[in-house]
């Protein structure tokens, strides 16, 4: 479903200053908060990212966010992301995503982890979370197999995976922003899983 205020999430701890994205988990401060609250307090709370990669091509998908999204409307982004909700797993939150915004059903053995960013974006419109990214390779022939969810989705684009990583690294405001940290972890998961 689209973003709803009254979503409950797990607030968690901000992290220590040498955060590892390979090793390092967030923790939980065993509190619960409304959606709302949290993105209006700068709460930190743990989110889902989910790249599509087409490794034969070395592209990557990107969805256009929609304009009623509450953070970074209209900004091309993640191929599917969503904050984690009380009660729910990382991994049943990723595939619950995968087929709400795109109409991919994602067994758990497609998800191939990667690793958790603390993103500090709270005061650059966004919010505060902790972000388990994970990839997935496109085994489909065309796009023609989407169903985009359009109340959070406006449309899909195939990029290259160097041009993405560029822009995003330049802080290109057609996109929505990832921290250093977190462009410099998946270039690298990249050309591990690309070369």
């Not at 999204?69 to 993640?78: A, E, L, M, N």
């Not at 684009?157 to 690294?169: F, H, N, P, R």
Request: glycine content about 6%; hydrophobic content about 35%; proline content about 4%.
């Amino acid at each position: 479903t689209a973003q709803d205020a009254s979503e409950c999430f797990e607030i968690y701890e901000p992290p220590p200053e040498k955060f590892d994205p390979c090793v390092d988990k967030p923790v939980s401060k065993n509190i619960f908060t409304t959606r709302g609250q949290a993105h209006k307090n700068g709460c930190w709370h743990c989110s889902v990212h989910i790249w599509i990669v087409d490794t034969t091509s070395k592209s990557i998908l990107l969805q256009k966010r929609s304009v009623n999204k509450d953070t970074f409307p209209g900004r091309w982004d993640i191929s599917s992301a969503g904050h984690v909700e009380k009660g729910k797993s990382i991994i049943e939150t990723a595939k619950t995503e995968l087929a709400e915004e795109l109409g991919i059903t994602a067994s758990d053995g497609d998800l191939e982890f990667a690793f958790i960013i603390p993103a500090e974006q709270f005061c650059l419109g966004g919010c505060n979370a902790y972000e388990h990214v994970y990839f997935v390779q496109w085994k489909h022939k065309n796009e023609s197999q989407l169903s985009l969810g359009t109340e959070e989705v406006s449309e899909v684009s195939w990029i290259q995976t160097t041009t993405l990583l560029d822009a995003l690294a330049n802080g290109d405001d057609k996109y929505a922003p990832r921290t250093k940290q977190y462009v410099d972890a998946m270039r690298a998961f990249l050309q591990r899983c690309c070369d």
